[in-house]
């Protein structure tokens, strides 16, 4: 053979490889993008209530990436049972044959992989300086004569993180409670802000991430201010020997160095148009990370005062942009009561709204409350829209509220229905926002359902003073009525809870494992054979009120189809049973009762101080 014709032959060779290597690839990438079963643009439907991603429009590169990453992680089985809201539970039967009757097991399964979102308090603090000099006073106060960076470690916590990742910017946006305590406790907050951070696809934090204002327009010649304010300090100026005779003294000293003089006038110009950028940016961008301007009484005593709890909802407004809704409680010394509000962080004109009935009839503290998004919520009249909130799980109760005043209306209340005016079980109460489950698989379409995390809380169970846990819920509209579909028992994924200190699993005094948000939700391939869906939910919950972390969790969407088909007996709830008060009202006391159980099981295993680390 000559050593032409070997060349030729070896190209070839190699050709043929690469086409065999492009073929896999390609039929790997069509595992991800031909196999997927939402297809809002085909169906046209869900197009503003649906929030969170699908793979008809994500990113392919962040897609696959992510992906990869999920399939990469090894998952462990978790079961527990589900409690199904829609069943005609037979008449006479006790409280615990009543659960076993509506009951049936269920499975998802959890990533050996935990994601901590974790705080840097020196740059939250210097982003307390910069959004209120208020603030900034109060903490320097509480140091005392110590410096504020000397207070992070013991005064300064951060949890309660709620999360969602934001297509359209390729990163996760994330909210959390920030306490800051002269006490160095956190059952006793001094102050309490929200710190907003931004994460990219791998959860690595973004600093200096800009997004632009929803409703402000960014100029066109904003590089040309930026050039301007570097002449102005002329930052361009030579600090060589001999050149920089314009910023020399007078009457210079014989030991006088020149360059050294310079470098000095030009640090200090450098940190004056720095900030001066800083100021124009602020004006068309939110920059991450910050400390979101929540104004409230900053004089006098400031404990417990500020914004709590902080959850978020991505939603899509009438220009089909994504914006985040973020929703806390905070004592309003106007109404002189605990309130919710929504801010909207995406927004620089009047970004916050108070939250209250047009009858002034809510009552009482307001905590606790879940936003969601139903269908036209999003409006095109030039209104910021609306939002859905469940006031109370049981019995529902839901508000529907302007994002223009704030003002709410009950468009539901089963408390108002006669036979359930006594079924309610407080200790369920709201946890992440509720989310749209697509519509697009056959057995979900023409059904408006959503799903959340929602929390348990238990005072005085097993060894533990209060004991908290999530759970799954999935909630159903059907004519102008809401019904909670299904609860699941305790979703602990059977982690050791870190204890009320933060050095141990113990599980005496305060135990909580609390959820704060659904973060993603991506539904990847079906597979035709076993009718069973590939699909990956990330979680955030928070533990004892000093950590937050994400988990992924896998086959949420196989779990939602079997509560349907295990409640097909009945696919709607009957409003108009005589037995409504049993069905509405038994499976609350049913997730109340095997949590019961659950803390007494776990407090037995933790009760000796077994050593946990933070973020661990």
Same mark, same amino acid.
């Given at each position: 053979?000559?050593?032409?014709?070997?060349?030729?032959?070896?190209?070839?060779?190699?050709?043929?490889?690469?086409?065999?290597?492009?073929?896999?690839?390609?039929?790997?990438?069509?595992?991800?993008?031909?196999?997927?079963?939402?297809?809002?643009?085909?169906?046209?439907?869900?197009?503003?209530?649906?929030?969170?991603?699908?793979? #008809?429009?994500?990113?392919?590169?962040?897609?696959?990436?992510?992906?990869?990453?999920?399939?990469?992680?090894?998952?462990?089985?978790?079961?527990?049972?589900?409690?199904?809201?829609?069943?005609?539970?037979?008449?006479?039967?006790?409280?615990?044959?009543?659960?076993?009757?509506?009951?049936?097991?269920?499975?998802?399964?959890?990533?050996?992989?935990?994601?901590?979102?974790?705080?840097?308090?020196?740059?939250?603090?210097?982003?307390?300086?910069?959004?209120?000099?208020?603030?900034?006073?109060?903490?320097?106060? &509480?140091?005392?004569?110590?410096?504020?960076?000397?207070?992070?470690?013991?005064?300064? @916590?951060?949890?309660?993180?709620?999360?969602?990742?934001?297509?359209?910017?390729?990163?996760?946006?994330?909210?959390?409670?920030?306490? &800051?305590?002269?006490?160095?406790?956190?059952?006793?907050?001094?102050?309490?802000?929200?710190?907003?951070?931004?994460?990219?696809?791998?959860?690595?934090?973004?600093?200096?991430?800009?997004?632009?204002?929803?409703?402000? %327009?960014?100029?066109?010649?904003?590089?040309?201010?930026?050039?301007?304010? %570097?002449?102005?300090?002329?930052?361009?100026? !030579?600090?060589?020997?001999?050149?920089?005779?314009?910023?020399?003294?007078?009457?210079?000293?014989?030991? @006088?160095?020149?360059?050294?003089?310079?470098?000095?006038?030009?640090?200090?110009?450098?940190?004056?148009?720095?900030?001066?950028?800083?100021?124009?940016?602020?004006?068309?961008?939110?920059?991450?990370?910050?400390?979101?301007?929540?104004? @409230? /009484?900053?004089?006098?005593?400031?404990?417990?005062?500020?914004?709590?709890?902080?959850?978020?909802?991505?939603?899509?407004?009438?220009?089909?942009?994504?914006?985040?809704?973020?929703?806390?409680?905070?004592?309003?010394?106007?109404?002189?009561?605990?309130?919710?509000?929504?801010?909207?962080?995406?927004?620089?004109?009047?970004?916050?709204?108070?939250?209250?009935?047009?009858?002034?009839? &809510?009552?009482?503290?307001?905590?606790?409350? #879940? *936003?969601?998004?139903?269908?036209?919520?999003? #409006?095109?009249?030039?209104?910021?829209?609306?939002?859905?909130?469940?006031?109370?799980?049981?019995?529902?109760?839901?508000?529907?509220?302007?994002?223009?005043?704030?003002?709410?209306?009950?468009?539901?209340?089963?408390?108002?229905?006669?036979?359930?005016?006594?079924?309610?079980?407080?200790?369920?109460?709201?946890?992440?926002?509720?989310?749209?489950? *697509?519509?697009? &698989?056959?057995?979900?379409?023409?059904?408006?359902?959503?799903?959340?995390?929602?929390?348990?809380?238990?005072?005085?169970?097993?060894?533990?003073? /209060?004991?908290?846990?999530?759970?799954?819920?999935?909630?159903?509209?059907?004519?102008?009525?809401? !019904?909670?579909?299904?609860?699941?028992?305790?979703?602990? @994924?059977?982690?050791?809870?870190?204890?009320?200190?933060?050095?141990?699993?113990?599980?005496?005094?305060?135990?909580?494992?609390?959820?704060? !948000?659904?973060?993603?939700?991506?539904?990847?391939?079906?597979?035709?054979?076993?009718?069973?869906?590939?699909?990956?939910? %990330?979680?955030?919950?928070?533990?004892?009120?000093?950590?937050?972390?994400?988990?992924?969790?896998?086959?949420?969407?196989?779990?939602?189809?079997?509560?349907?088909?295990?409640?097909?007996?009945?696919?709607?709830?009957?409003?108009?049973?005589?037995?409504?008060?049993?069905?509405?009202?038994?499976?609350?006391?049913?997730?109340?009762?095997?949590? /019961?159980?659950?803390?007494?099981?776990?407090?037995?295993?933790?009760?000796?101080?077994?050593?946990?680390?933070?973020?661990?």
């Amino acid at each position: 053979m000559t050593p032409t014709r070997y060349i030729l032959n070896t190209k070839v060779l190699v050709l043929l490889v690469l086409t065999l290597v492009c073929f896999v690839s390609l039929e790997s990438l069509r595992d991800v993008y031909q196999m997927t079963v939402v297809k809002l643009s085909d169906s046209g439907a869900c197009k503003e209530s649906c929030t969170h991603n699908t793979t #008809t429009w994500k990113d392919k590169t962040t897609l696959a990436h992510m992906v990869r990453n999920y399939r990469n992680m090894e998952y462990t089985p978790f079961k527990f049972v589900n409690y199904l809201g829609n069943r005609n539970i037979p008449a006479g039967l006790k409280e615990a044959d009543a659960c076993n009757y509506i009951s049936h097991e269920s499975k998802l399964e959890y990533a050996n992989v935990t994601k901590f979102i974790r705080p840097n308090f020196k740059v939250l603090s210097e982003s307390v300086k910069k959004t209120d000099p208020r603030w900034h006073d109060f903490l320097k106060g &509480i140091a005392g004569d110590k410096s504020i960076d000397d207070t992070l470690d013991k005064k300064w @916590f951060m949890f309660g993180s709620s999360a969602e990742w934001l297509e359209e910017e390729q990163c996760y946006v994330v909210y959390s409670r920030l306490i &800051i305590s002269k006490e160095e406790n956190r059952e006793h907050p001094s102050i309490s802000l929200v710190a907003a951070q931004a994460f990219d696809k791998d959860w690595k934090e973004i600093y200096g991430k800009r997004i632009k204002y929803i409703d402000v %327009e960014t100029p066109e010649n904003l590089d040309e201010q930026f050039k301007a304010i %570097e002449m102005k300090y002329n930052l361009t100026e !030579s600090c060589m020997p001999g050149k920089s005779a314009k910023t020399l003294p007078k009457n210079k000293d014989p030991q @006088f160095d020149e360059q050294e003089h310079c470098l000095k006038q030009l640090e200090a110009r450098f940190k004056m148009a720095k900030e001066e950028k800083e100021e124009l940016i602020a004006k068309y961008y939110r920059v991450y990370p910050t400390v979101l301007d929540i104004p @409230f /009484k900053a004089t006098g005593n400031l404990d417990y005062m500020g914004p709590e709890d902080p959850k978020i909802l991505i939603r899509r407004n009438h220009d089909g942009q994504q914006e985040p809704i973020v929703v806390y409680n905070m004592q309003d010394n106007n109404y002189e009561q605990r309130l919710m509000f929504v801010v909207l962080p995406h927004r620089k004109i009047n970004p916050i709204v108070p939250l209250v009935d047009k009858e002034y009839k &809510i009552g009482g503290t307001q905590k606790n409350w #879940t *936003p969601f998004i139903h269908e036209g919520d999003a #409006t095109s009249d030039g209104s910021r829209g609306f939002m859905h909130v469940v006031q109370h799980m049981s019995p529902t109760s839901i508000l529907k509220c302007s994002l223009d005043n704030g003002k709410c209306k009950y468009i539901f209340d089963a408390a108002k229905i006669p036979s359930l005016k006594d079924v309610g079980v407080k200790e369920l109460r709201g946890g992440s926002a509720f989310v749209k489950i *697509p519509h697009g &698989i056959p057995e979900l379409d023409g059904r408006n359902l959503w799903i959340a995390m929602i929390k348990s809380h238990q005072g005085h169970c097993g060894i533990s003073f /209060k004991f908290y846990r999530p759970h799954l819920a999935i909630m159903e509209e059907k004519d102008g009525k809401f !019904s909670m579909l299904s609860y699941s028992s305790a979703l602990h @994924f059977d982690r050791d809870v870190l204890s009320w200190d933060g050095n141990s699993t113990y599980a005496g005094y305060i135990n909580i494992m609390s959820p704060n !948000s659904i973060v993603s939700w991506n539904i990847i391939s079906h597979n035709h054979e076993n009718d069973t869906y590939e699909d990956y939910m %990330e979680l955030s919950f928070s533990e004892s009120d000093y950590m937050s972390y994400v988990v992924t969790v896998r086959g949420v969407l196989d779990y939602i189809l079997q509560v349907l088909r295990d409640g097909s007996d009945r696919k709607f709830l009957d409003w108009t049973s005589k037995d409504l008060a049993t069905m509405v009202g038994t499976p609350p006391k049913c997730v109340r009762s095997n949590l /019961k159980q659950h803390c007494s099981v776990y407090g037995n295993a933790h009760k000796e101080d077994i050593p946990k680390k933070l973020y661990t």
